[in-house]
């Protein structure tokens, strides 16, 4: 695998850019790991003077992606004689250069602090129900989030929505997610009351527990080696709102422990596995350059729910984790494969996006989307929100939460650290979930008697050869094309939901 | 309290002195984090990517400590009109800028590179005792620490040795030290010998273990907080060298258990705990400044041995500890106060300086800081040390070495980051906290009385109204003085010895 980076002689603007892009991913790097630490470990009076630090780090990054020479360099390079993964390079740094420049480096630091404090209080906030207490700090992470909406809407033409979402999915508008999410509307309502219908008949056998806590971190551990996570080069650690951190040489997973329910952690862990194989498989010699990065978090999405909910949901995988669970928690007819799988793939419509099944996870991000589209674009306040909240949850699942802010709008951390326009990528990725899984069933027709005889190796040479090595060499068209065959295409999402619940 | 922050308008200079020492401040949270994560959790595989990154961070601080504008704005605050607290603001901020400015970013981005490759490699060559492969890499950490010594004598007119331990121990010489250690070789190997000889007679019951690592980690917190260690603003881990970390806003100790000794951790976390609580109990007001952090290595030390050695190991403190460890371990004959008390005053040469007892550990420091400084000058090699370090053990504690670097010359983390001109602050700090115990009995006659009824208050609040209170505002000998009455008088360490031990 060649290098991104060119010598000097040949394209001097285009090796200054890679020079500042090595300085930024160290930089980056290591806010990665504060970040990791203060939602893993960090006491809560360390807060204020870890807010402080970060602002400055963050405000240096922005310094440094705002460096005036970028502008000539960018300029010198356009017009100089790069091969084609330079080029790809120059594209993304381009891209970035774009981003970080419409906003000026005062924004950026007001909204870490404002987002930080936010987060930091929202910790107690959420667990007290309390929203009066929440929207003190939230007002201004809004304020901020629509300043930075306006400003990179000035910057691009697009509308202010729509410029916060292209930082997530680049080339993603929401009249392509009206359209989609329009489609899933219609036929969603009734796929839920057909499986639930159907699965009115089954036999399901619940787990008893309790499971201790030590025999879920162990069989955690097992499950992520049987996915081939490398855990000398990453961790699973502890935290109240599980996420994917770290660094592509030093992936940070973190979960939560309940001991009356296994499964959440377990599955939890699953998905974050697939961000981390992602990260861990990117390619080692473009990693410091853009074009080494993960593509997009739509993409990035696409690998956990393709860990969680293609494979490890999947009859054949299931078969995979009974033993396990056997040999951690000892042996109980709940484990039968057959009610494992169906246990697995049960659909309930419930309050909490994380709990969700498959089936009805999109109605949590249509209704994300819908609320924060209108935030964003000025139509509604944060005050309108818990409103606004319950009226979709029982449009769209027939759920009242009305006085239930811990498990209604105050759930989520994206809206409290000020990320708005990220939710689409959740169902985006879903959807090219589906279609990754398509396309290896098209390749390996016996792809699940392979996985149930526990050959894992086509599904994660798929996505090695067709996904993680790619890094950000095309733009997300391109390699949803390159990897399936056909651009972005629903139907294969309602054909597997299809085929799986009915 | 008063701020160590004038405004503008009033002093310019020391405003802008002000502005870059709170952004350093910043910048050295988050170093010290990432360090902090790098030796209590990192996984192997991190570890190149994580030094590029620290280097990146260090060569930044770095450029802003040296900052060309700098030398005005301490010319022009000179001469500004500052209280007492800005004008000790101002010698300390005088006092870094000197130290910065000597070193070359290049150096200092190539040592911190070097020392963490080394230390890195150190952790399993250390348990292989592999000294050719440690040289490999260690030969370089000295060929730059030499350097830097060269270069910080040329820039202070110090000689190389006192160039470096100036960073640590501001003011005192070898010179000094000699004449101290000088003074300890004559009376300790008697010393020894004479405990050893009482000893001999004495009965110790050895506690029967195991002991469990959760019931140790539990043990742990309840004497933590026994000492006062406040865990919403600090935290306690694990690593292979225990040490002490974070920021004082967020202290990071760490230990390491043995199942079959539930000492070794007990002792060294009241020891690190010392540390964290000089950390914790720092002015407030005045963080972010230099003024307002802690002395200096050697005055660091002494409160971990004030409540390592002065404290937790008297016959008052042990007799509170015997209940908390029947609580976690159950009841057994070893765990009789007297009994504890003498077991933890045991003196028995050995080869691991951690482990060493009160008595024989200034010999580990007199055997290194010989070593150490030789090095430094230029008088021996990398390649001389095992054969000096043998003779040394040999004639100080009468211990053969040859062979075992692990346990010799390879145990200590400090060589191996290239950190020379520090082990002298250990005995330093020993003799310091000897002082301050004897004031404090001064003040408080019934000292032993209070403290055996669980009385604790009057040795905090001794201690920081003295020491913790004060931060920088005075330098070292003033400080002393100030607290104890006198300067260092290396009697009291004796006096101490002799009326513990004999």
Partial sequence: MSSPLLDD????????????????????HIASIVGWDRNALMPPRGSEARAAAEAELSALIHRTRTDPRLAQWLAAAEAEPLDDLARANLREIRREWRDANALPESLVEAKTLAGARCE???????????????????REVLRLAREEAQRLADDTGLSRYDALMDRFEPGVRAADIDRIFGDVKAWLPGLVSRVQAKQHREKVIAPTGPFPVPAQRALNADVMALLGFDFSAGRLDESAHPFSGGVPEDVRLTTRYHEGDFARSLLGTIH??????????????WLGQPVGAARSYG??????????????RSRAFVGLLAPLLVRHFGGQPAFEPDNLHRLWTRVNPGLIRVDADEVTYPAHIILRYEIERALIEGEIEADDIPALWDEKMQRLLGLDTRGNCRDGCMQDVHWTEG????FPSYTLGAMYAAQWFAAMRRATPDLDARIA??????????L?????SQGCLWETPELVLRASGEGLNPRHFRAHLEARYL
């Avoid at 394209?11 to 300085?23: D, I, K, N």
Wanted: proline share 3%; glycine share 6%.
């Fill in 299 to 312: 993409v990035h999405e696409s690998q956990s729910l393709s860990f969680e909910m293609q494979l490890a």
């Fill in 464 to 468: 090695r050869d067709h996904i993680w």
């Fill in 453 to 462: 005889a526990g050959e894992l190796a086509p599904v994660f040479d798929w």
């Fill in 9 to 28: 002689a040949r394209a001097p603007g285009y090796a200054e850019l890679t020079r500042v892009q090595s300085r930024l991913y160290r930089y980056s």
């Fill in 120 to 138: 930091h209080a929202w910790r107690t906030q959420r667990a007290a129900n309390d929203w009066r207490g929440f929207l003190e700090n939230f």
């Fill in 419 to 422: 990320a708005f326009g990220y």
């Fill in 272 to 285: 974050e596995t697939g961000h981390a194989r992602y990260e861990q498989n990117l390619p080692r010699a």
